[in-house]
Structures are given as C-alpha cells and as structure tokens.
C-alpha cells in the first residue's frame, strides 16, 4: 500500500489534517510558554480536561463542549491564584490539577460504564478524530497564529521583562490571560491526538529542543512548527505500519 | 514650570511593612532630581509607585498633570530597572530587538515595526558607541554592556522624564562617565526631567540639580545647594559625605 492509497482514507485525511495544526499551534504557543517559564500549565491544564471530560461523559454530552470552557475557566483560575493569592505559578499549577484528575476519577467511580472511553483519553487516538474536531483544530490553529502576528511585539516585551513592559504600555495581565485561554482550548483539542499524559510533550519538546540552537525568536517559531510537522509524520507511518 | 511628576500623601506597604510614608514632592520640566537614600529606604518603589507598577495609597500622583490610574501616554516615559531583575537571561532577543521594545510605546495595536525604526535603532546604538554590539544576543553580554543596553532601550523613544535605578553599578569608571555625560546632554540639550537613582553619591552632586533623599519618608526634597545647610539630614550623613554630595564647596 502506497503513501497515496493511504491519503485516501477520510479517518487519516482528518488525523493528517487535525494533527497537522494541532502540531503546529502546539508548538508556537509552547515557546512562549517555555520562555515565560509556564511550561508546567499544558500539563495541569491536561489533567483538568480529563476531569471536564468525565464530567461530559457522566452527563452524557458531547465531552469536547464541557471540556472546553472548564479548561479555560481552570486556567484563568491558575493566573488568579497566582496573581491574587500570592501562590507561585507552578504551585497553582499543581492545585488545578490536583483537584482536575481527583475530579475525573471520582465521577469514573460513581458512573458504570464509561470508564473505557475516560481511559481511551489518557493515551489519546489520532485515527479516532471527527470531522468537528478536525475542523475545530483548523479554526483553532488559525486563531492561534493570526493572535501571535498582531501580538508579536506584546509577548516578545511581556516574554522578555513584565515589569518594563508595563511601563510601555502593554497590557500584561490581558496578554498572560490571553496565552494562558489559548493553551487551554489547544490542551483540549490535543487530549484527541496525544492523550492526557503526553500534552506536555507536544507542548514542550519542541521548544526546549531547538531554543538551544537558534537565536531568534521568528526563527524559531517557523523551525519548531516545522519539526512538529516532521515529527507528527513518522508518528503517522509509524501507526500505521 | 511645567510639572511633571506630582506626589501627595504617597504611601506603600508591602504587607505589614510600610515602606513609604506620607511623601509628597513636585518635579518640574528640566529638573535632574538625584534620589537618595540607604538601602531598603524605598527609592526604587518609590520609582515604581509613579511608574504605576505598585499598588498605592496616595491622595494623587499626577505624571504630566495626568493621573497615574489613567496616565496612557507611555511614550513619555523612559525606565531603566535596577539591574538583573525581571530580564529573562535565556529570552533570544538580540540587542537591536531588545532596543526595539522601547519604542513599542509610541505604536498603536497592531504593532508593525518599520524600515525607519530599526535604522531610528541603528542611530541610538552608533551615538551610545555600542553598535558592534546589535546582533549579539543580550544574554551574551557582560553585565556593563548590558546596562548600556538597557540605557539605550530606556530613552529609544526620546522620552521626556527618564527614570533610572542604579544604573551605573555594572559600569567601569570610563563607562560611567560617559553614561552620566550622555544623561547630561539629554537633559541640558533636550530639556528631558531625570530622577536618578544612585549611591554614585559624588555624581549626584556634579550633576543634578536636585536631590530627594528619602529613608521611608521624605527627609530632604529641594535644590542641592540647599542641601548641606539643612539640618534635618544632619544626622543621615557624616559631615564630608555632604560635602561631595553637595560638590560644590570652593
């Protein structure tokens, strides 16, 4: 079977599509998040959709529209704790996400049934993705870009020194919420593709690998949504042979 | 005189801790205001509370008769922080792109950055003498060229109050003399108001040409020639430091 034949399938049409952009929105917010050291909140954001999910599923909704709001909800929390309680950041991180995964499992508990597709989030199944979610991700990925163009120069000054940004004008507190909703609607979309558990991976990886060998914050963001890219394919040849 | 920065009734606290008391005091265009003081007697938040960066309790602080909760007129304004803080050492931004941010001030949403600035970046760098240094990262730099970075950065959008935190603590004695000259030919040249932070306490006196020495309150506000007659900072100084404060014995 030929890489061609393969491209026919509509399931790895969607996977490859899905993938692709999910890949490529992971990848640029993940630098802004590893250069502002917030590299933990995909992780803690993850293990909240898994509770939002169990909470779809224990109502029996779609688990995508839950999951959505609460993971923005959660890491809108996470800023306020951080900024309001004066808790560092990754220990807010780690309450969110505490009460996330506790929350997952004890409606896991108290439903019979639905404990198969829960788990089948941990671990994630790229080939399982709808025609919404493939959509979802397009639209996302697009959001994601076009808001890292018009608010370059606003996350390069908050990225690099808050407090001096502040003094120039910059808004730092909406450019913090800003990134953090982005990541949390791209964690959801990702739990498809990756699973709860590897999230931070896709987040992460890619940034932490190449920002050692390139000085330039442009460059960068085309060379770590290139890798992903890379990356994403030999997953697919290797899943499917 | 035009004011530029107005304090009434100003105090801070962090926590419990009170760090500043009931300050009040009024810079007018032109002035090069030395703010001293010992170390924890709230200088640099005193800088950051007219900045607006710290939470206040304060009657009014007006930056160019505007009030701060509303001041939006960024461009005025130039800050140079107190040295290693808040810089993320491992961001990969060259100098000319650190230079760059001080101008974001003057750019609407969505910011574009044009031909004109970064050749507006070029000119600052050549005239400061550092321009060999434009596409080094600035997390390669030693401390000293990164201060004259950040000094670069700091007036890029030729601003007309410049505040500035110990900006000369990382600077060799040649350095430092050039750093203070070029301060002085901005404010005699381009009437631009100073208030600089120091213990360069012998600078102070050579150059400014008022001092605010604040210990948690405000202990002396007015022209340095008044400054070593007045008694109520008789017992903050020994007799010789106030005089090369003050500079200006015969």
Request: aromatic residues 12%.
């Amino acid at each position: 079977m030929d890489i061609i034949q393969i491209l026919q399938y509509a399931f790895i049409q969607k996977a490859f599509i899905a993938g692709s952009f999910v890949a490529i929105t992971c990848s640029s917010l993940g630098l802004f998040l590893v250069l502002r050291k917030m590299s933990l909140i995909g992780d803690g954001l993850s293990h909240v959709s898994f509770g939002a999910i169990a909470l779809g599923l224990f109502f029996g909704l779609y688990p995508f529209y839950v999951a959505v709001p609460v993971v923005v909800l959660a890491s809108i929390l996470i800023l306020k704790i951080s900024e309001k309680a004066k808790v560092y950041g990754d220990a807010a991180i780690g309450i969110v996400s505490a009460v996330g995964i506790a929350g997952g499992v004890i409606l896991a508990s108290l439903s019979n049934g639905f404990n198969v597709d829960l788990f089948s989030y941990l671990f994630g199944n790229i080939l399982a993705i709808s025609f919404n979610e493939a959509v979802l991700s397009v639209v996302l990925s697009a959001t994601v870009l076009l808001t890292i163009i018009f608010f370059y120069w606003d996350l390069f000054s908050a990225a690099f020194d808050e407090e001096y940004a502040k003094t120039t004008g910059i808004k730092t507190n909406f450019i913090n919420t800003l990134l953090t909703v982005l990541t949390a609607i791209t964690v959801v979309l990702s739990v498809k593709v990756v699973g709860v558990m590897l999230v931070s991976a896709l987040l992460i990886l890619p940034a932490v690998l190449l920002y050692k060998f390139l000085k330039n914050l442009k460059q960068l963001l085309s060379w770590v949504g290139l890798f992903r890219l890379y990356r994403l394919f030999l997953e697919y040849c290797f899943h499917f042979f | 005189m035009d004011s530029i920065v107005e304090v009434e009734n100003l105090s801070v606290c962090y926590g419990a801790t009170e760090a500043l008391n009931n300050i009040s005091f009024n810079i007018e265009r032109g002035d090069f205001v030395g703010l001293v003081g010992p170390n924890g007697g709230g200088k640099t938040t005193l800088a950051k509370a007219i900045l607006g960066l710290l939470p206040i309790d304060s009657e009014k602080i007006l930056l160019f008769n505007q009030a701060i909760e509303v001041f939006g007129d960024f461009k005025r304004i130039g800050y140079l922080p107190q040295k290693h803080t808040g810089i993320n050492q491992l961001f990969p931004a060259s100098v000319e792109e650190v230079v760059l941010l001080g101008i974001l001030s003057s750019k609407k949403w969505p910011k574009k950055i044009n031909q004109e600035d970064w050749h507006r970046i070029d000119e600052l760098l050549k005239s400061l003498g550092i321009s060999n240094l434009k596409g080094k990262l600035i997390s390669d730099l030693s401390g000293g060229q990164q201060q004259k970075v950040l000094l670069a950065r700091a007036i890029a959008s030729e601003p007309e109050l410049l505040i500035l935190d110990e900006p000369s603590t990382a600077l060799d004695p040649n350095s430092r003399e050039q750093f203070f000259a070029k301060l002085k030919e901005l404010n005699s040249q381009k009437k631009t108001t100073i208030i600089l932070i120091t213990h360069d306490t012998g600078y102070v006196g050579k150059y400014a040409n008022k001092l605010l020495y604040v210990d948690r309150k405000l202990l002396f506000f007015g022209g340095i020639a008044d400054f070593c007659p007045s008694g109520e900072i008789e017992s903050c100084f020994e007799k010789s430091d106030k005089h090369i404060i003050w500079h200006q014995h015969k």
